[in-house]
């Protein structure tokens, strides 16, 4: 079955970076994309944006460009998030999910990670 | 593209009929999906492409629209539907996700 498995809580301080991985399982990798969101606690989803496992082409939400990158590795079936210069606006847990059934620019996505909390702190 | 959910909160009982609405400010066509969370978990895609029944999604969820203006409606409310849902377009390079409706026992 499809599963998406998440590395685990991270703890920063303000001004650091963080990566978050995604192990994907059960479907041909190169197959489909991998979108980011977020969600800040108490808070609504927030998407950061997607790469393609195809050819490495990615699209990230403006209000992120410059301080995310996400990359694959298809040796492994991974995904990776890394966020660069983070605040306490960046305490969320970050979600990874397969997209699917898509319009010509986005996708609806059908498969979710468990997610990982990152919390910013001094 | 900005997507606004109504209402917030909604009370229900066991039973009852639930419709929640989603506006998007400018046309999305049918491009449009529908989640269910619940707290600590990660959203499950219930509806895709506006009223397109995601597999194993019970048939007691339905949702319709076009355009700019979207319903989910449950039919019935089972005491597992007690969750925040949010409405997700994804017609252009950026998606956006509504701001939720929390579905809360009456």
């Known amino acids: 079955q499809v599963q998406l498995v998440q590395s685990g809580a991270e703890v920063k301080k303000p001004g650091a970076s963080v990566k978050v991985s995604c192990k994907a399982s059960?479907?041909?990798?190169?197959?489909?994309?991998i979108t980011w969101v977020r969600q800040a606690p108490g808070q609504g989803l927030e998407w950061m944006g997607g790469?393609?496992?195809?050819?490495?082409?990615?699209n990230y939400a403006q209000k992120l460009q410059g301080r995310v990158t996400m990359t694959t590795d298809t040796s492994t079936s991974t995904g990776y998030m890394e966020l660069r210069s983070l605040t306490s606006d960046d305490t969320a847990v970050y979600y990874c999910?397969?997209?699917?059934?898509?319009?010509?620019?986005?996708?609806?996505?059908?498969?979710w990670g468990q997610g990982t909390l990152v919390t910013v702190s001094s | 593209i900005q997507m606004t959910q109504s209402p917030s909160t909604v009370s229900a009982a066991v039973g009852d009929r639930v419709t929640i609405t989603c506006r998007a400010s400018?046309?999305?066509?049918?491009?449009l999906a529908w989640y269910q969370q619940k707290p600590g978990k990660a959203p499950r895609l219930l509806i895709y492409k506006a009223s397109t029944l995601e597999n194993g999604v019970p048939s007691r969820f339905s949702g319709s629209g076009s355009g700019t203006e979207f319903t989910l409606t449950i039919s019935s409310l089972q005491a597992d539907d007690f969750a925040t849902y949010y409405c997700?377009?994804?017609?252009?390079?950026?998606?956006?996700f509504g701001q939720g409706t929390k579905v809360e026992i009456k």
């Open positions: 400018q046309s999305i066509s049918s491009w």
């Open positions: 999910a397969r997209p699917y059934a898509c319009s010509s620019y986005s996708c609806s996505l059908d498969h």
């Open positions: 997700q377009q994804y017609s252009g390079f950026s998606q956006t």
């Open positions: 059960g479907y041909i990798f190169t197959n489909f994309g």
């Open positions: 790469i393609s496992t195809y050819n490495g082409n990615t």
